[in-house]
């Protein structure tokens, strides 16, 4: 029983704005606070959160209705005492009885006792039924909840067979897309070539200068094109590691080499011992490449990167981190989700398509390792680099794993 004295919280989950509307005001008025939910899901996680006083329930509201929302609060033990009482034009009395209300209330409601009445349930009273017939009402409601978790069930099973289609159309999509512009590009970065060679003939130094922007712009469209042939290829399996053996240190010397050269600040940590193994190198040292753009272009030009490889056993590890700002919390497996972006509005102020990191764990997870975000700074030297720091594990031999 609530204190006479306290403002009562009552949660009411309805549907339609203009019963809420009045309930609020009738209710509001008589001193009371008044809490909306829309729908049953709703009501069911504010019940939950807020403890109210009284929980005032429509019968007919969508997601799930007013019996099974007060059967699933008589199970929350912070509600068993709470009051629970439907205000419904559809619902039957015995039935919101024998599933745990206190009280039931027919539609259109008296607008000059409505107050009154929810008073006196937060008082204590309470509306009852014979056992006999709790029993049968909870028997049929129980065969009816069981009917509507079929037809749930079976909407989920065709929507979740909907998507792997759409999943599977949206792969073929991107695949078909990229081999169709791969395919002038072919002939565009030959002629731009022998164009940059004076193959084709001289070239005036305005010309020049153009093709050289012409050029930068052919590198980083095939660039992409090449990074969605290959995510495409990884979810799909066609697309084949060319495993041989390789030296992993050389593959990050050049990568952390090629980096520098386009301005990075890369610094580089190998260990005394080899690290020689079994893997498609030109597919490792793409995705080291992928985790340094990535450091570049989120953490900004002037960003120190780290980047240390270590051997564990029969693995390989590379840790990249930067100092630059980190991942927002809570995303730390999207990150690594085909065509994700931390920002994917218009007005983004990086550019990509969000495939780099997907790249990066396909091709770890395709060497026997895999890919994930460290939520802890990267040592440098004494050194602690806290932006977002990535570990790739590679199998030293995939062949044997």
């Known amino acids: 029983m609530i204190d006479t004295l306290a403002v009562p919280r009552i949660l009411h989950i309805e549907d339609d704005p203009s019963n809420r509307l009045l309930v609020r005001k009738l209710l509001a008025a008589d001193g009371m606070e008044v809490i909306d939910a829309a729908d049953g899901l709703e009501g069911i ?84 039924t014979a056992p006999q017939v709790d029993d049968s009402r909870l028997r049929q409601q129980s065969q009816r909840i069981v009917a509507h978790l079929e037809e749930k069930v079976a909407e989920l099973s065709a929507a979740n067979q909907r998507l792997i289609e759409l999943d599977r159309a949206r792969t073929a999509f991107y695949r078909n897309v990229s081999h169709e512009l791969a395919t002038p590009m072919t002939p565009i970065v030959g002629y731009v070539k022998l164009l940059g060679d004076g193959e084709l003939g001289p070239l005036s130094r305005g010309q020049e200068k153009a093709l050289r922007s012409v050029q930068d712009c052919v590198v980083r469209l095939r660039g992409v094109i090449d990074n969605l042939l290959d995510v495409t290829g990884l979810e799909t399996g066609k697309l084949k590691l060319a495993l041989r053996p390789y030296d992993l240190a050389e593959v990050l010397r050049r990568v952390v080499s090629d980096a520098a050269a386009r301005g990075a600040h890369v610094e580089l940590r190998l260990p005394t011992s080899p690290l020689v193994g079994v893997a498609d190198p030109e597919r490792v040292a793409r995705s080291v490449a992928q985790l340094l753009d990535n450091a570049t272009k989120f953490a900004g030009d002037a960003a120190r990167i780290g980047v240390v490889a270590s051997r564990e056993r029969e693995r390989f590890c590379v840790k990249v981190g930067d100092d630059g700002p980190g991942v927002p919390a809570g995303r730390d497996e999207a990150i690594f989700e085909p065509f994700y972006q931390v920002d994917a509005s218009p007005t983004r102020q990086h550019g990509g398509v969000g495939v780099g990191l997907a790249i990066v764990r396909r091709v770890a997870r395709a060497h026997g390792g895999d890919a994930r975000l460290l939520r802890a700074p990267l040592e440098l030297d004494g050194a602690r680099l806290g932006g977002a720091v990535f570990e790739v594990s590679l199998a030293v031999d995939p062949e044997r794993t």
């Open 45 to 128: 996680r504010k019940a939950c959160e807020l403890t109210p006083d009284l929980v005032l329930v429509d019968i007919n509201i969508p997601q799930l209705d007013g019996y099974e929302v007060t059967l699933r609060l008589r199970g929350e033990a912070s509600l068993r005492d709470t009051p629970i009482v439907a205000i419904t034009a559809e619902g039957d009395r015995e039935t919101s009885l024998a599933v745990g209300c206190d009280g039931y209330l027919q539609k259109p409601i008296d607008a000059r006792s409505f107050a009154r009445t929810v008073r006196g349930y937060l008082r204590g009273h309470r509306e009852s």
